[in-house]
């Protein structure tokens, strides 16, 4: 980061929260340029992924925080990082080890909406 | 759509909603891959979405329903459209009018996090 840089703190500070008081983060191929995922991120999960430079997020159902590829291997290594222009939305453009997806689809956007069957 | 696509009320019904019953889509470039902008649907954006092949959002801060364009001219026609894994997010690619951000830039994430200057 360059001098001018601000702290990971006082970027968060920045962000608007969402009703959950997170931060939408979606995930890019830097490569290929496919959307991979989307999660969510915490002010902890946030910092985390900045010093390290590996995504970490915020699960929700689990209500905890959540380096991805800890228990797959499949880590996110962030190439970039960007920021919407209403501060609402983050954008990582990654390095993807194996698959993004659980499923061991490279991405989670592998169903097209006219293939969705009945549940 | 083919015979065995479920109707878009249909899709909406399986879709996990977040805490204000929204649904998050992404908007990316279908010739480019470059991510455009994220902002939310309810139901009805969502069905006038797939009825009419130009992207609606719901406005959280408007409270009204939104076709992308309307004020602009700057549309996004669809081109494909996707769900993700767990079935809570949304990527279209689609054909973009003009630019995506009100701004003037083509895409809302022109801000590396690096340059985010204090406000």
Not at 19 to 25: T, Y
Not at 62 to 76: A, C, D, I, V, Y
Request: hydrophobic content about 35%; some cysteine.
């Amino acid at each position: 980061m360059s001098d001018k840089s601000l702290e990971p703190q006082e970027m968060w500070a920045q962000m608007k929260k969402n009703s959950d008081g997170l931060v939408p983060a979606i995930t890019q191929d830097y490569e290929t340029g496919d959307v991979l995922m989307m999660a969510y991120m915490n002010e902890e999960s946030f910092i985390l992924t900045l010093e390290t430079g590996y995504m970490h997020y915020y699960s929700r159902s689990r209500n905890s925080l959540w380096k991805k590829g800890e228990t797959s291997g499949h880590f996110q290594k962030v190439i970039s990082s960007f920021i919407d222009c209403d501060r609402d939305t983050l954008l990582f453009k990654i390095d993807q080890t194996g698959a993004a997806c659980h499923t061991g689809n490279r991405t989670c956007f592998f169903t097209e909406l006219k293939d969705l069957g009945s549940l």
